[in-house]
C-alpha cells in the first residue's frame, strides 16, 4: 500500500515549497497548489543572511519614507479623530503614536499610525498592484517592537517578508479583484501585517498558516470610500487585523489550513481571477519591496513631471520668480483633465493645479505639504508666478513626460524635458531627496534633534540593538 | 430653472424615506435607491413606542438565549485563547466578559463575548439567511451599556434595530453572497452592530450614514473557516467592528454617503446579486427578530427531531432507561448519513450520534452542552440504552420529523410522531424550554443566584432603569 496516498496533499507540498508545483492533470483541472501553506513555510523558514542587500537598503528607505508619512499626517483631522475617539478605550501605555505624546496599547498604536501614515496619500506604492505596502505592516510591527525587544535586523527581516506576503497575495487578483471595487491596501494589507507580526511571534508552520488563514478572514476595504477620512482607516484596520491573527495564532487559536487558495477562501470569494504562481514562485529568489516607489511630491502623480522639471530649472539656474516672464509647459492631456485649476484658494485646491505646482516648485524648490497649505497657495509671489505658466496638451508626451520651456525677463529660455519623473522605479527618489522629504513632513511636528535622530535610525535600522527607540524617537 | 435639479438624488430621497421609490427609467437602467440613507433615516428617526409588543417580546427572548450561549461558550478553549491573547492589551476595567471575572475595555469584551456567544453554535438563527443575529450586536452593546448608561427601553430598542439592519442587508443579498463563500453573520454582522451602537450613540443622519459606511469597509468571515476557532470569531470581530464604526462616526470620520448601493460598495463588491427593497421597503412595518429562532439542543439540527420525540414520551410516561426493551426511529435520510455513529467515544462524537441522543434524551430529558459532554457519552445507563436504539430511512419523513417507537419490557408500544421539531418559527421554545435551555448553559459556571437573577432581569429587559446591572450579573 502506498503510504503516500494518505499523507495528504498538504504535507506533501510543504516538502516541496520552494519549487514550482509539477501539475499531473490540465491545469484547468488540476486542485490549486497548497497556496497557504507554502508561503507560511518560506515565512517561517526564511533567513534574513539569505536577503540580498540592495532588497535590506529597499526595505530601509521603505521605513524612512513611511515613517515620515506617519509624522506628517499626525495631525490631519483624520488622525485627530481616530486618537480621540480611541482613547478612552486605550490599554496600558505600550507604543508611540508617531508625531503625537498619547501612547496607546499595540492595537490602537498600529490602528492610529496606519491611518496617520495614509491620510497624506503620500506613502509608498507598489506601482503594479497600486498597494501601499508599509501601512499595514510597519503600523502592526513597529508598535510590536515597544511591547517586545525586536531588534533592528528582525525588524527589517520582518518588514521585507510582510511586504512580500501582501504584494504577492496582491499579484495574483490584481487587476480583477481591484477591479471589483476592492481597496487592495487593505485586503492584502491584513496579509501583510500577520505575516510580519507572525515572523517577530516567531510562529511555527501551522501557526502562521493559521496566522494567514486568520488573516484573509478580515479584509478590509472598499474603495467607494476613496475620497473620504474611511480610505485611511484601512491601512489601520488592516495593520491591526493583521497583528490579530498572528497573536491568535500564537495561542493557537485554529483555523482553515487553506484560507487563500481554499473555494470559499479568499482569493476565490474576492476575485474573479487568480495566478497563485505569483504567490508561490520564485519565493527567496525575488523580492517585491525592490518594486516599492516614493512619491517626491505630495499631490497627484499627473503633474509630477512638472515638478520634477520646474525644480530641476530651478536648482541649475538659482532661479528666482521675478527673473522670469513665463512658463510653458507640454503636457499629456490627463494633466489638465485632472489638474487644470487656474486659480486655486484653498492648499487642497492647490493639488488640482498644475499651475500652482509648477509655480510653487520654481519659487520654493519643493512640492511637499506645506507647498498644498493654504497659505502657500495665496503666497503673493506664487500666485504672481504661477500666472504666468500656460499648460498646453501634446499628446506626444507621456504620462510621465513633460516640456518646459521658461522665458526669463532678459530674453534667455530655459528649457527642460523630463522623461521619467522622478519617483518612478526607474527613475527613483535619491537617498536625499528621501530625507528631505522626511524633513519636510516632519518639520513643526518634531524638534528638530528628534528629526535628525529618526533619520538615522532609520537608514541603520538593521544595525539597532532594538527597534524601540526609533519609535521613542519618531514621537513627542 | 428647476432647482430641484441641483438638489441631488440624495436630499430627495432623504425626503421620501419610508416611501416605495418610484422608478422614472426601466428597472434595469435605474439608479439603486439612496439605500443607506434610507436605512440610516429609518435607524435615527425609530422610536421605542413604535415597536410592537410581540416584537419587544421576541427581544427579550433573544437577549436571554444570547447570554446563556455567551456564558455557556465562556469556558470553551476558543474563549480561553481569545481571553489569554488580548489580556495584555487590555484597557481599563469597562465591561464584562459573561460567565468570566475578567473586564476588559468595551472594545475587547464585544469581540471575546461575540465569540463566546457563537463557538458552541448554540446561539440564535435568522433561518431565512441563517444569520446568527444576536452576536454581534448584542456584543457590541451590553460591553456600550456597561461605559455609559443605557436603559433597558434604550438597549431593547437598539438591539431590535440592530437585528432589523443586519437581517434586512442579509435578505438583500441571500443566498448569493452566502453561496460566494461570505460567513453572512460576520459580514451583516458589522452593520448591525454599527447600527445598534450607533442608536445608543445617537447619531445624526449623516453620522448613521457613515457608521453603515465604515461598516460597510469592514465585512468579517468566510466559510472556508467553517470547523474551526475562526468561525466563532467572526461574530466576535464584526461587533468590535460595527462599534468602531460608531464611535468613530459620532465624531465625524467621514466615509461614503453610499457605502451599500453604491458600484463599488458593500452590496455590488460582495455579492452578485441584490434586492435593495428587501432593505428600504415597510421600515417600521416588519421586524426581522420575529423571524429569529432558537436551537434547544446543542447539536446539528436534524436529530431535533428525535430529541424533542424522546423527551416528549419520556416526560408524558415517566420513563426510565430500565422500562426499556428497544426504541424504533423512523428518519429523515439525512439523520443516519450525518449522525449515524453507533458507539460515540467522545462528546463532541456524541453530536454525530442519533442514538446517542435518542438515549441521552430518554435518560436525562435533555439534549444541552451537557449531554454531549465525554462523560454523558460514556455514562452506564446511556450507552447501554443507546445500544437499544435502531433508525431506519423513511423516504417519507421530513427533515423536522420523525417517528418513534418505543417498545417496553412490559410488552406496551409507546409511539410519537414529531411533525415540526421544537426550535422552528412554526414550533418555537417556549419560555420555560428557553429558560431550562439557559439554566443548562449557565449551570457550574455561575452560582444559582446569578442565574436567577441573570434569567429575570433578561425577561425584565425594558423596565431596567439601566442595563449595567444585567452584565454584571452574567458574568463572575
Known amino acids: ?95 508611540s503614536l508617531l508625531g503625537r505624546k498619547e501612547r496607546p496599547d499595540i492595537f490602537n498604536a498600529a490602528l492610529i499610525n496606519g491611518i496617520s501614515s495614509h491620510v497624506l496619500d503620500f506613502d509608498d506604492t507598489h506601482l503594479r498592484t497600486i498597494i501601499h505596502p508599509a501601512g499595514p505592516v510597519v503600523s502592526a510591527i513597529l508598535a510590536m517592537a515597544e511591547y517586545q525587544p525586536v531588534s533592528g535586523a528582525d525588524f527589517l527581516h520582518a518588514m521585507i517578508l510582510g511586504v512580500e506576503a501582501e504584494c504577492r497575495i496582491g499579484n495574483a487578483v490584481y487587476p480583477a479583484h481591484y477591479d471589483a471595487g476592492w481597496h487592495i491596501t487593505g485586503t492584502t494589507g491584513v496579509f501583510g501585517a500577520a505575516a510580519a507580526a507572525g515572523k517577530l511571534l516567531a510562529l511555527n508552520e501551522q501557526q502562521m498558516i493559521w496566522a494567514l488563514s486568520l488573516a484573509a478572514a478580515q479584509p478590509v476595504g472598499l474603495r467607494e470610500m476613496f475620497g473620504t477620512m474611511t480610505k485611511s482607516f484601512h491601512p489601520g484596520r488592516a495593520a491591526q487585523n493583521g ?35 505569483e504567490i508561490t514562485d520564485h519565493l527567496g529568489d525575488s523580492f517585491e519591496i525592490l518594486q516599492n516607489t516614493y512619491k517626491p511630491f505630495a499631490c497627484g502623480i499627473v503633474i509630477h513631471p512638472t515638478i520634477d522639471g520646474c525644480i530641476q530649472l530651478r536648482n541649475e539656474n538659482h532661479l528666482t520668480a521675478d527673473q522670469i516672464d513665463r512658463i510653458d509647459l507640454k503636457v499629456h492631456p490627463l494633466v489638465l483633465e485632472l489638474t487644470g485649476k487656474k486659480t486655486p484658494q484653498t492648499g487642497l485646491e492647490g493639488k488640482f493645479s498644475v499651475y500652482h505646482a509648477a509655480a510653487a516648485a520654481i519659487v520654493e ?36 513626460q513633460v516640456r518646459i520651456t521658461v522665458t526669463l525677463k532678459d530674453g534667455r529660455k530655459l528649457e527642460k524635458y523630463v522623461g521619467h519623473a522622478v519617483g518612478s522605479v526607474t527613475n527613483p527618489m535619491s537617498d536625499k531627496a528621501l530625507e528631505a522629504k522626511f524633513s519636510g513632513l516632519a518639520e513643526g511636528i518634531l524638534p528638530s534633534e528628534k528629526i535628525r535622530s529618526t533619520v538615522e535610525l532609520c537608514w541603520n535600522i538593521e544595525m539597532l540593538a532594538a527597534v524601540e527607540p526609533l519609535a521613542r524617537s519618531a514621537a513627542l
Chains 1, 2 share one sequence.
Open 243 to 277: 497583528l490579530t491573527a498572528a497573536f491568535f495564532a500564537l495561542q493557537n487559536f485554529s483555523s482553515s489550513d487553506h484560507g487563500i487558495e481554499a473555494k470559499s477562501g479568499w482569493a476565490n470569494v474576492l476575485s474573479t481571477t487568480r495566478d497563485y504562481k
Open 1 to 95: 500500500m502506498d503510504r503516500r496516498k494518505f499523507i495528504g496533499a498538504s504535507a506533501l507540498a510543504g516538502s516541496i515549497a520552494f519549487a514550482a508545483p509539477v501539475p499531473e492533470k490540465p491545469a484547468a483541472q488540476a486542485p490549486p497548489p497548497d497556496v497557504t501553506r507554502i508561503l507560511a513555510k518560506y515565512l517561517v523558514a526564511a533567513e534574513l543572511k539569505d536577503i540580498p542587500d540592495p532588497v535590506r537598503k529597499e526595505g530601509a528607505r521603505t521605513l524612512l519614507n513611511w515613517v515620515g508619512c506617519a509624522i506628517g499626517g499626525s495631525r490631519n483631522e483624520a488622525t485627530e479623530i481616530a486618537v480621540s475617539a480611541m482613547h478612552p478605550f486605550f490599554g496600558s501605555e505600550q507604543a
Open 365 to 400: 524648490g519643493a512640492a511637499g505639504e506645506r507647498q498644498f497649505s493654504n497659505g502657500t497657495v495665496n503666497n503673493g509671489t506664487i500666485v504672481a508666478l504661477r500666472s504666468k505658466v500656460t499648460a498646453v496638451v501634446d499628446p506626444s508626451i507621456n504620462e510621465d
